[in-house]
């Protein structure tokens, strides 16, 4: 044979018998320096365990991530995504995301039972995290103990908020409600009253965590609300920051995995999402990621004892959210927030 | 006395290495009609073009009626100019176009319109005043352009073969029409054309220009062409 | 002989068929129709339905038109759009008329640095924006240090921010869209001009202006639907207040998942662009006629 079809036919097959299709999981998760976190303290541990590769995807918001598993009718490319008790329940209703059992994700059975029908049956919370007021040590005479805390005189105009596109901004005006005599979903005036005041003594509004993060950093800002994970990391990163769990309590976040409905790999997929529930796996996140579980039988440090949700206590002293109740009102909520938040800090 | 309308002063244009008019001596007397002649590249638009103030000379001097007009700009200088592609402004009707050297004159609006009346009267094109460029026939375009350069009654009118894009009896019978023109307003014509039956039969007087340089001047009734020291010029 | 040769020749071959002359048209119009006729339909028809109803419905529609935000967006875009217009066909004027009519060495130099900023990309060009215009920017520091302000001026997170920013990513376009219409001007006719008298500001005024309002109308047009389906720009300089249609797509999209709202501000997108387009051709086509050009 002429070596040019030799030549023709050996690149055929090596194109053909490219061993990578069955092996791979693809999974859509944290981006930036968070990468180095879940590849630590999951990514690698289990790809050793079952001797597969994963993809890494670090593209999107919970929400543009749910965008694409409903635009590509739960087909969207990745096999596991994280996202939030939110778009859990969403997809649920949807049919876009697969439904797991004890069968499928043995390690369920060890999660909070309350945390986990917030969830729903497509969403396994593999972290917990609540909204903490994070500030500067250097900059505050004494460290704040309330939320009211916030409204102070010497902190006008040393406060950032999340603009509505980002999640904490609605679960700030539910808290808000609750701390000024309303509840978290259908007396909400008190909610956005308190925000309006709030957002007049504020520099203004921003979406993205980085961007948030990067006003109490570099000084322009003393004090503002923020995830606890995060807060945790800024601190170790040796920013000039603390962050509290106010006494009026807080609301959490609910982080999930969940896998789309139509998953090219399911069963790797549900074997990741197991994966990340273990015992072991959940104290590796909790150290690594300064995060809380919903498990309840973890052995971790004394510091993530102290700071993380990690025990029926602590998650008590939270208040949990109706999250469909949540998405029904986001819209009307969204306006509103357009209409009275936004105009009062300009 | 001043008698010279225009003097043309050791007159040099280069553009880097390339002289285009080299060291011209030129005496143009006051009222007289006097043609440019030359083939393509000679010179002759480049000439033209510092006259009316486009072009800075290289070197040399241009004097109109005594005064040097080194840093005149072309606004300035009192110029009547007809291009060879007449360069009428399409959105302005034939009475508009006449009118635009009275008006940027700042005349009044009964001095303007009267003037233009004139102008039109004197070309024949009075009955087309408010007609636009494009509906006019190449002549009457020619005549307009005539028109709207003598309307602001410069002393001075420059031509740039004016003529080249006409059939060649419309030709003729202008030519017989620009020379009454010339001499009704009794104003100093420099016609530029590379047609030497043409500058024959209207100049006053002829320069021939080659390479740059003058290579000859003289009148067509005075001297005989026939015996032309310059081959160009016999062509 | 020559009355032979003028003798049609009968057995010629006719010239190519109807189907053969339109054969070169269908791979584009299969591209047209299946990435953009399609995709265009079935958004339309994603703008007539509910997630929790069957069947067509205007529900979205009406929620659209009755809503003061959405139309309060949609005015925003409109100004918006045609402050840009407007800044980028003064600023490129002069520009164009620069490369135009100039013969001087820096023609080059000036023509690159206009269409230079395009390979650095839309997104850095508007943070670089962000930068200087911020309240801690490089304006309102220098301002503030040179005592000539106190309190530092609103510049970005608003209407102006956005203007600005748009204006220099759309002002290269519209230089090269004036430099058409500009050159297409016989420089005789400035020298006619300016020889009957006229300084060169009246050569542009009486001359140059009129001769391209066409250029002007295709330029403020071309700069018109550039912004008004620009999102980067609004969304970084304009801050959370500022919503135009494409930022509030992307939210309705992305954020609250309601696509069919999504569609309806699509497709008022689409006209609004497309209306503005006829009214601004049609008005190009009037002038060219009534300029006799």
């Known amino acids: 044979m002429k070596p040019i079809y030799i030549a023709a036919s050996l690149l055929a097959s090596a194109a053909f018998a490219s061993p990578t299709m069955a092996r791979d999981l693809i999974v859509n998760s944290y981006g930036g320096p968070y990468e180095q976190i879940i590849r630590d303290a999951i990514i690698t541990p289990f790809e050793q365990e079952y001797g597969v590769r994963v993809i890494y995807d670090a593209v999107g918001s919970s929400s543009q991530d749910y965008a694409k598993i409903k635009a590509t009718n739960g087909r969207p490319g990745f096999d596991v995504v994280v996202m939030t008790a939110s778009q859990s329940l969403q997809g649920c209703e949807d049919g876009l995301l697969e439904r797991f059992s004890p069968d499928t994700v043995p390690n369920l059975a060890h999660l909070n039972p309350e945390i986990s029908a917030v969830a729903g049956p497509c969403g396994a919370v593999h972290e917990l995290q609540y909204l903490s007021l994070l500030y500067r040590t250097d900059m505050v005479s004494e460290s704040p103990q309330s939320w009211l805390d916030l409204f102070e005189d010497d902190l006008t105009g040393r406060v950032i908020l999340p603009s509505f596109g980002n999640v904490m901004a609605a679960y700030l005006t539910q808290l808000m409600s609750v701390i000024h005599g309303g509840d978290l979903d259908s007396d909400i005036d008190p909610g956005f009253e308190a925000m309006t005041r709030l957002a007049a003594q504020s520099v203004g509004f921003e979406q993205a965590s980085a961007i948030l993060e990067s006003y109490i950093v570099d000084g322009r800002v003393w004090a503002m609300p923020f995830w606890d994970g995060r807060a945790q990391l800024l601190v170790d990163s040796g920013a000039p920051v603390d962050y509290v769990l106010p006494e009026e309590g807080s609301v959490p976040l609910i982080a999930t995995l969940n896998v789309p409905i139509g998953a090219q790999n399911k069963e790797l997929a549900l074997a990741f999402v197991d994966f990340f529930l273990e015992k072991t796996s959940q104290e590796r996140w909790v150290e690594g990621y300064k995060v809380g579980s919903a498990r309840a039988d973890i052995e971790v440090s004394d510091q993530a004892q102290d700071r993380k949700i990690t025990s029926q206590a602590d998650l008590d002293a939270l208040y949990l959210p109706d999250l469909l109740s949540l998405a029904s009102n986001l819209s009307a909520w969204g306006e509103r927030w357009e209409r009275e938040v936004v105009p009062a800090a300009r | 006395m001043i008698n010279s309308d225009i003097e043309l002063i050791g007159l040099s244009k280069n553009y880097g290495a390339n002289k285009i008019v080299r060291d011209i001596d030129l005496d143009i007397p006051q009222g007289e009609f006097v043609s440019i002649l030359g083939p393509s590249g000679c010179g002759k638009t480049t000439t033209l073009n510092m006259i009316a103030g486009f072009t800075a000379p290289t070197s040399g001097q241009i004097r109109v009626r005594g005064h040097d007009q080194a840093g005149v700009p072309p606004e300035r200088r009192k110029i009547g100019l007809v291009f060879q592609n007449y360069a009428l402004f399409p959105h302005m009707t034939v009475g508009e176009n006449v009118a635009f050297g009275l008006k940027m004159q700042r005349k009044g609006r009964a001095e303007i319109d009267n003037q233009v009346e004139k102008s039109l009267r004197s070309v024949h094109l009075d009955h087309l005043k408010d007609r636009y460029p494009k509906e006019l026939s190449g002549g009457q375009q020619q005549r307009t352009a005539l028109a709207r350069a003598i309307a602001p009654k410069p002393s001075l009118l420059l031509l740039d073969e004016p003529l080249s894009n006409l059939d060649l009896k419309l030709r003729e019978a202008m030519r017989i029409e620009l020379k009454e023109v010339q001499q009704e307003l009794g104003i100093t014509f420099v016609y530029v054309t590379h047609d030497q039956e043409e500058a024959m039969a209207m100049s006053d007087r002829v320069v021939v220009m080659h390479e740059g340089i003058i290579a000859q001047v003289g009148s067509p009734r005075a001297e005989s062409y026939q015996s032309a020291s310059y081959p160009a010029a016999a062509k | ?293």
């Open chain 3, 1 to 293: 002989m020559s009355v032979l040769a003028l003798k049609a020749d009968k057995r010629r071959p006719h010239g190519p068929s109807r189907v053969q002359q339109f054969l070169p048209l269908f791979p584009p119009s299969l591209i047209l129709l299946l990435f953009f006729a399609i995709p265009m339909g079935m958004m339309v028809g994603l703008s007539f339905q509910q997630s929790d109803a069957s069947g067509l419905t205007l529900a979205s529609y009406e929620r659209f038109f009755s809503d003061q935000f959405t139309l309060m967006g949609m005015a925003r875009t409109v100004v918006m759009s045609g402050l840009v217009a407007i800044c980028v066909t003064i600023m490129a004027y002069p520009v164009a008329y620069f490369l135009a009519r100039s013969k001087s060495r820096w023609r080059a130099l000036v023509f690159a640095l206009a269409i230079a900023p395009e390979l650095a990309g839309v997104v850095l060009r508007t943070y670089g924006w962000l930068i200087i215009l911020e309240n801690q920017g490089f304006i309102n520091n220098a301002l503030i240090w040179l005592g000539v302000i106190a309190e530092p001026l609103p510049l970005a997170k608003n209407m102006f921010g956005v203007v600005v920013g748009l204006t220099h990513v759309i002002l290269p376009f519209g230089i090269l869209s004036l430099l058409t219409s500009l050159q297409g001007v016989d420089p005789n006719l400035e020298k006619s001009a300016q020889i009957l008298g006229a300084s060169r500001a009246s050569v542009i005024r009486h001359i140059v202006v009129p001769l391209t309002v066409p250029g002007i109308v295709s330029s403020m047009l071309l700069a018109f639907t550039m912004s008004a389906s620009a999102y980067a720009t609004p969304a970084i300089l304009g801050g959370a207040g500022f919503k135009v249609l494409a930022t509030m797509i992307y939210e309705q999209v992305l954020f609250y998942i309601d696509w069919s709202f999504a569609a309806v501000m699509a497709n008022v997108l689409l006209v609004m662009m497309l209306i503005v387009a006829l009214i601004g051709t049609r008005l190009e086509a009037r002038l060219h006629q009534k300029l006799h050009t």
